[in-house]
């Protein structure tokens, strides 16, 4: 597809569940980052990956909480044993890197998850 | 480490009136700068983006910015406020990659809410 991707758009789960929420990123982008919105709220940075690189994952907020990049492309957030507080909209977004530096970057429209 | 100062967490302006959204940014290098909005219940869609080509930088809907080395600047300004211009700006900082930081990563500032009257 032309952007990015995220599924499901909508996911109701019960608390101490477990969800899965997946992005594709655009075709060529290297780097692909996963934040998340809470009601009212700015984005609060979870996690990025850059090609082969480690990923940063500073901004995951507990154990809970991971993520995978498989073949440099797809990439699925894991929440386990998921709380209320978990409840937000959670953004995926991809970037083409020229010359060591960001050129663009595009934003998924993200998944609204609500805990039950 | 880079980060970003939105100075104004709401602004409010008249319909025809210019806009100014105010950005500051910190970097080691040469950042890549980049503005976008999120209108009520709706994605992030970018407005535009600096990365290090010409200062002054065009986007959509009217809007510009200009990327201000000296003053660490990336301020978003349109002549002509409109009612559908009403949303939540962010404005973005990206390190140089290989100049220390989380390179690549993107820094959101806290955003600020645009209201435009009648």
């Known amino acids: 597809g032309a952007g990015v991707s995220q599924s499901p758009s909508n996911k109701v789960t019960e608390k101490g569940k477990d969800v899965e929420l997946r992005c594709d990123p655009i075709?060529?982008?290297?780097?692909l980052y996963w934040y998340r919105q809470s009601l009212g709220q700015g984005l609060e940075f979870l996690i990025y990956?850059?090609?082969?690189?480690?990923?940063?994952k500073s901004g995951l907020p507990s154990d809970r909480f991971s993520a995978e990049r498989t073949g440099g492309s797809v990439s699925t957030l894991t929440i386990q044993r998921t709380q209320q507080e978990d409840s937000a909209v959670y953004l995926c977004?991809?970037?083409?890197?020229?010359?060591?530096?960001?050129?663009?970057?595009?934003f998924g429209q993200g998944t609204r998850l609500t805990v039950v | 480490a880079q980060s970003v100062t939105q100075l104004d967490s709401h602004v409010s302006v008249s319909e025809g009136t210019p806009v100014l959204l105010r950005c500051n940014y910190s970097?080691?290098?040469?950042?890549?700068l980049f503005w976008y909005v999120q209108h009520p219940n709706k994605g992030l869609q970018l407005l535009l983006k600096?990365?290090?080509?010409?200062?002054l930088v065009k986007g959509i809907n009217g809007f510009e910015a200009e990327f201000k080395k000296s003053e660490t600047s990336f301020h978003l300004t349109k002549p002509s406020a409109h009612m559908s211009d009403a949303a939540e700006y962010f404005c973005?900082?990206?390190?140089?990659?290989?100049?220390?930081?989380?390179?690549?990563?993107?820094?959101f500032g806290k955003g600020t809410k645009l209201s435009v009257k009648p």
């Open positions: 977004a991809s970037s083409l890197v020229g010359g060591g530096n960001v050129i663009e970057a595009f």
């Open positions: 075709s060529g982008h290297t780097a």
């Open positions: 990956f850059q090609g082969n690189s480690a990923p940063d």
């Open positions: 970097s080691s290098y040469s950042p890549s």
């Open positions: 973005v900082v990206s390190e140089r990659m290989n100049y220390g930081g989380s390179q690549g990563n993107l820094i």
């Open positions: 600096y990365t290090s080509a010409a200062t």
